[in-house]
């Protein structure tokens, strides 16, 4: 259940009319009220003798009754109570009683307060209320109001217990402002999918990422044809910024400008700026794991920037999993970065799901805990580097490695998930989990045509080396190793097992190292996991395109020029044959 307070209003009447009017669109049946402050009042629904003017004077009266000069002139309150779609339909003394607890809650009219605000709760949908309410009490006085929507989201949560609903994630403060109604309907009578406060939020993230100065943001802004107004103090400091679309007008055909802290707390100036600030001391994880940041070359390829994006996605797994609170809050969010870049230079197939999963981690992003920026690097880079190199076509090495990246991703939005849940960050724990279900419908369209050629050409593996494999596989995995020989993908991870030994690598140790890395019950398919850890760690390349022969001989694979210029984790068996 979602209750949503909207802006305070001036005529009491428009607001009446427009809750027993057909709607936008003839969405508005049967209005009629459900409660009021008075059993007696009016009902322009269904009293056909009954008048909107009448209920609006009645609700007023406490207003007009003062001197016009101590009148508040923003005096009309309403509150809007949703239930969730698949909740039941509540008949309407369920909807009173609500009502007269939202307003219990939120001080307008408190239980058994005989001089309370007059109000009217009006039901004209199945799913929701709307309870308008005049901010002047029947003493005269004005009410004791005080952040009246976290208390409604509180009594909200309450409710959906008493009534068995659907239960609501409840919010922290640190969730980005949604539209309002108003900005919906305009949105809809101009033919737009989204809001301008949406569209302006989704460009703003996608120049940010991977920027590295402001003078790169605002570059990125313009090229995405915003209208920018610059706030600059008189020293000519910049101070913030606001930014509109072209054709986004008000009634006197002027730009409607947003600045970024309107947008979400975190795209205000000062706080994007804490992106680009690298202190020189990073804590080191408690597992000890190596993470120096080298300085990165240019991007060759989207390839290549995939490779060194998944590999800074494994870096960033380890953070979350085992740094301090303020780190891991930073690679939460710097993945989001990541996602925005690859969403903004996916193939066609894939770039709906990767735009719904960046769309949904930009909630996953904020908390309360502030994040502490500097390790953050290699993600931030590899943002800057997808960009920089351009968009994918799909398929190759491109959907290769697009395939490696985005089930790499898929596990950091579940560590992030499991990060968020542990800190009793509901919003941003279901925020994480809808971002995985994305990835994971993003990946099935990425990998169908890699997997298909790995799987035909371990479908042609000599069988004695099948065999090999397969007992390789329960040596090391034996818990895990029917289920992974029952997948679909089994013939894909054997190809891939036969892969890194005609490479030169031990199999046995670069299966223990790829199984241990993290879990691998919350994957669909341990094989296709462990076909790209392997892959990835290996130095092969991500699609068995061009590979040659099949698995007879014992020959090395050419390696792609990406490929061969990524240094892979050394086991202690591969350091010690090296040797």
Not at 346 to 367: I, K, N, V
Not at 453 to 459: S, T
């Amino acid at each position: 259940m979602i209750p949503s307070l909207h802006k305070r209003g001036g005529k009491t009447v428009g607001l009446i009319r427009y809750l027993y009017g057909p709607g936008t669109h003839e969405e508005h049946t049967d209005p009629h009220l459900v409660a009021a402050f008075d059993p007696l009042t009016p009902d322009p629904g269904r009293d056909p003798k009954a008048t909107c003017g009448q209920l609006q004077r009645l609700l007023d009266q406490p207003v007009n009754a003062l001197p016009v000069d101590r009148r508040p002139k923003k005096h009309v309150w309403h509150l809007s109570v949703r239930a969730s779609p698949e909740d039941p339909i509540l008949p309407d003394e369920d909807w009173a009683a609500i009502a007269r607890r939202m307003l219990t809650a939120t001080g307008i009219a408190p239980d058994g307060d005989d001089a309370a605000c007059r109000w009217a709760a009006v039901r004209h949908a199945d799913d929701h209320i709307h309870i308008i309410a005049t901010l002047v009490r029947d003493d005269g006085r004005r009410p004791r109001l005080h952040n009246e929507a976290r208390r409604a989201q509180n009594e909200a949560r309450r409710v959906e217990a008493d009534y068995r609903l659907r239960r609501v994630a409840p919010g922290d403060g640190t969730a980005a402002k949604r539209p309002t109604s108003a900005e919906r309907r305009k949105a809809e009578r101009q033919g737009r999918d989204r809001t301008a406060r949406e569209e302006l939020r989704r460009t703003v993230r996608h120049a940010v990422a991977g920027a590295t100065s402001e003078e790169e943001f605002f570059s990125r802004l313009a090229a995405a044809g915003l209208l920018i107004r610059k706030r600059v103090a008189p020293s000519g400091d910049l101070l913030g910024y606001k930014i509109a679309l072209t054709d986004d007008r008000n009634k006197d055909g002027e730009p409607v400008f947003y600045s970024g802290s309107k947008l979400a707390p975190d795209l205000s100036l000062p706080r994007i700026r804490e992106r680009w600030a690298l202190p020189a001391d990073a804590a080191v994880p408690a597992d000890g794991s190596e993470l120096a940041q080298p300085v990165l070359p240019d991007v060759t390829g989207p390839a290549f920037a995939r490779r060194r994006a998944t590999a800074a996605t494994w870096q960033a797994l380890l953070i979350i999993d085992h740094g301090d609170d303020g780190s891991a809050a930073a690679q939460i969010a710097a993945a989001g970065e990541v996602l925005d870049a690859l969403a903004q230079t996916s193939a066609t197939h894939t770039r709906d799901q990767l735009r719904e999963a960046a769309s949904a981690f930009e909630r996953a992003g904020r908390s309360h805990i502030r994040a502490v920026h500097g390790r953050d690097r290699a993600l931030r880079q590899a943002a800057r580097d997808l960009v920089q190199s351009g968009t994918a076509l799909g398929r190759g090495e491109d959907g290769a490695t697009t395939a490696m990246l985005i089930d790499m991703a898929f596990f950091l939005a579940m560590a992030a998930a499991n990060w968020h849940a542990r800190k009793h960050h509901s919003q941003q724990a279901d925020a994480a989990q809808r971002t995985a279900e994305h990835l994971r419908a993003a990946y099935q369209a990425a990998a169908t045509q890699p997997m298909t050629l790995l799987r035909r050409r371990g479908q042609h593996l000599d069988p004695r080396l099948r065999q090999g494999h397969a007992a390789l596989l329960h040596q090391v995995l034996p818990d895990l190793a029917q289920r992974v020989q029952a997948e679909p993908a089994w013939p894909a991870l054997a190809a891939t097992l036969d892969d890194v030994h005609r490479a030169g690598h031990d199999p046995a140790a670069l299966l223990t190292e790829a199984a241990r890395r993290r879990e691998l019950d919350s994957a669909a398919s341990i094989s296709d996991v462990l076909v790209w850890r392997l892959r990835r760690t290996a130095r092969l390349p991500a699609l068995a395109e061009g590979l040659q022969g099949t698995g007879s001989g014992g020959g090395r694979h050419p390696r792609s020029p990406a490929a061969g210029t990524l240094r892979a984790p050394r086991t202690a068996n591969d350091a010690g044959r090296r040797r």
